[in-house]
């Protein structure tokens, strides 16, 4: 147990300047906004890539308007060609993987509320946790800027597998500086995260006040730290892959080019490196950060249903170990994106055992949830709504991962669409059903004002709805053997599926308009919203006792004091029925861990 947050944090003035307090500043509730800032403009740019894209394989001959505005080669009339939707495609998955679904749940909401939870006045190290914003917010402009530099965009996808994204334009539309630009961003980005990372476990280790034990800290807590745990490794392997891929095109060396390559009739200057070797190091990133993604969400969703239901969940320490054996698994199963690689089937047989057994702690955690849920006088509400969707969405697309996990039927449908419903929706709708969920949630204590509920409310089910009228056919599309990545449908077999996608299309334009509801209320109940209590849901854990918003030292000078575990709900108190956890009142219940 620790109190040292008053001398272990780097002590900072209160900032006097705009700049100081708004642009570069060291207070860590401003870079969290910073953060969920920048992946609200990312979700934007990505949604709007995805409509192109969707337009596109509706109607493949339907020009664009505006569209060869953006790129003339890309786009000649609007018209798209193949090459420019692969880039599309590249920069779709790129920005929504990384700047939306990893910065969000995880940069953003963490910065903000972490250090509260815990009882801290600052992270320890804040000038690294400006500077890991400012690292991100630079590798996003750097990721952007290809698309008005060179000839756009690398369309390598955004796993950008080897040898094409090593040997230069000779590979495509924007493989040469493109692929340069994407591998600068994503290494910068790494580097952004591993700053952030520090400073998450740093804050939990060592910054904890009196009373708060490791089992005394809110499930989101533990998201967030085991999500740092997972980062320090994850993106500590990516990024000295990306600085080979730069060697490789500037620098003349052959990591990822072996000899005798031909490509577009010329043989390549290489000799010596392993093609494989980039998928052995990108995936090994790759499939933690599906978790890096998910777990913030899963630490989020326990905290807002304990908080809707008013009582605790069946167990909390079973969540949190749950949790962490998601984060030591996800290192083993990272060869089951390799199954068409060529790999041998004994190696295959390795991946594919500890890829069924990742699947029992997020079992676990869903029927925790469940069985919790069961006889809760829930309070239904936009936050709780969007959690009990992430359920939904977590549950849906898990389901099809088991097919994935048997090297003989994923050898059928890796290169369809069965794949791309799959990881569209465990790891892209579930994360940002859990970052809406976290809006609705913490936005009070964020800006002192209340989301619109029925805006809220109108926003999940569009949402919800839409959802699975996009993805779910996505599967279907896969089983009949279409193939992912194809920009148009030519093929004989293909043309009666045509129709699918067109419906996809339309649910895609309806749902992603519904988002616009989200962008409204948030923007109108930033400045018109009406005034919120300090704890407008009777909430327990630290973040509601403290002030809306809360000052710059978080506490107001004070150091809080932990006396409960953070979920003590369904007791008798002055208050109602909860006690919060600063409080020294004291009710028996059995749910008190110590």
Request: charged share 10%.
């Amino acid at each position: 147990m620790h109190d040292m947050s008053a001398h272990a944090v780097e002590h900072h003035a209160p900032p006097t300047t705009f700049i100081r307090k708004y642009v570069f500043s060291l207070d860590h509730k401003v870079i969290g906004k910073q953060y969920y800032g920048l992946a609200l403009v990312a979700a934007l740019c990505g949604m709007a890539l995805s409509w192109m894209m969707r337009i596109h394989l509706g109607w493949t001959n339907a020009a664009i308007p505006g569209l060869q505005l953006l790129s003339k080669n890309g786009a000649p009339g609007g018209v798209m060609t193949p090459e420019y939707y692969l880039q599309l495609m590249t920069m779709h998955g790129t920005i929504m993987v990384f700047f939306v679904l990893t910065t969000a749940p995880f940069a953003a909401f963490g910065n903000f509320f972490l250090p509260i939870q815990v009882g801290a006045e600052d992270m320890p190290f804040p000038r690294f946790n400006m500077m890991s914003f400012w690292v991100t917010c630079v590798a996003f402009v750097v990721l952007m800027s290809s698309f008005i530099l060179g000839d756009g965009p690398t369309l390598g996808g955004w796993t950008q597998y080897a040898p094409l994204n090593a040997v230069g334009s000779i590979a495509g539309p924007g493989q040469g500086l493109g692929v340069i630009l994407w591998m600068t961003s994503i290494a910068l980005f790494c580097i952004g995260q591993l700053l952030g990372s520090l400073n998450f476990i740093t804050t939990t280790l060592d910054l904890r006040v009196k009373g708060m034990s490791l089992m005394r800290l809110p499930m989101t807590t533990w998201a967030w730290f085991i999500t740092s745990c997972m980062g320090l490794t994850a993106f500590s392997v990516l990024m000295p892959a990306c600085i080979l891929v730069i060697l490789d095109h500037v620098a003349g060396t052959s990591f990822f080019v072996s000899s005798n390559e031909v490509i577009n009739d010329q043989l390549q200057p290489h000799s010596g490196g392993s093609t494989l070797l980039w998928q052995h190091l990108f995936w090994f990133f790759g499939h933690p950060e599906v978790y890096i993604a998910i777990v913030p969400g899963i630490g989020i969703v326990s905290h807002i249903l304990i908080t809707s239901m008013r009582k605790p969940m069946l167990s909390q320490r079973v969540l949190i170990y749950c949790m962490g054996a998601l984060a030591v698994l996800s290192y083993m199963v990272y060869g089951h994106h390799m199954f068409v690689s060529g790999m041998n089937p004994f190696s295959a047989l390795a991946f594919s055992f500890p890829t069924l057994v990742i699947t029992i702690p997020a079992t676990i955690v869903v029927l925790i949830w469940v069985f919790s849920l069961y006889g809760a006088n829930l309070r239904i509400n936009a936050a709780s709504l969007f959690a009990l969707g992430f359920i939904s969405m977590f549950v849906s697309g898990g389901v099809s991962g088991f097919f994935l996990a048997q090297p003989s039927i994923d050898i059928m449908l890796h290169a369809t669409y069965f794949v791309v419903g799959h990881f569209h929706m465990v790891m892209g709708v579930a994360a940002m059903f859990g970052i809406f969920a976290a809006t609705y949630f913490w936005f009070p204590k964020m800006f002192g004002r209340m989301m619109n509920e029925t805006l809220g409310r109108i926003h999940f089910w569009l949402s919800f709805v839409g959802t699975y009228c996009i993805f779910m056919p996505f599967h279907y599309l896969g089983m009949a053997g279409n193939i992912r990545r194809y920009s148009s449908f030519p093929d004989d077999y293909l043309q009666p599926l045509i129709p699918v996608h067109q419906w996809i299309t339309v649910a895609a334009l309806i749902t992603g308009a519904a988002q616009l509801i989200f962008v409204y209320n948030l923007i109108h109940s930033r400045f018109w919203g009406k005034p919120a209590p300090d704890n407008p849901w009777e909430a327990t854990s630290l973040e509601w006792s403290t002030a809306t918003p809360p000052p710059w030292d978080n506490f107001g000078g004070k150091h809080p004091v932990v006396y409960h575990d953070p979920y003590q709900y369904g007791v008798k108190s002055s208050v109602g029925d909860y006690v919060m956890q600063a409080s020294p009142e004291q009710v028996q219940t059995e749910h008190d861990e110590k």
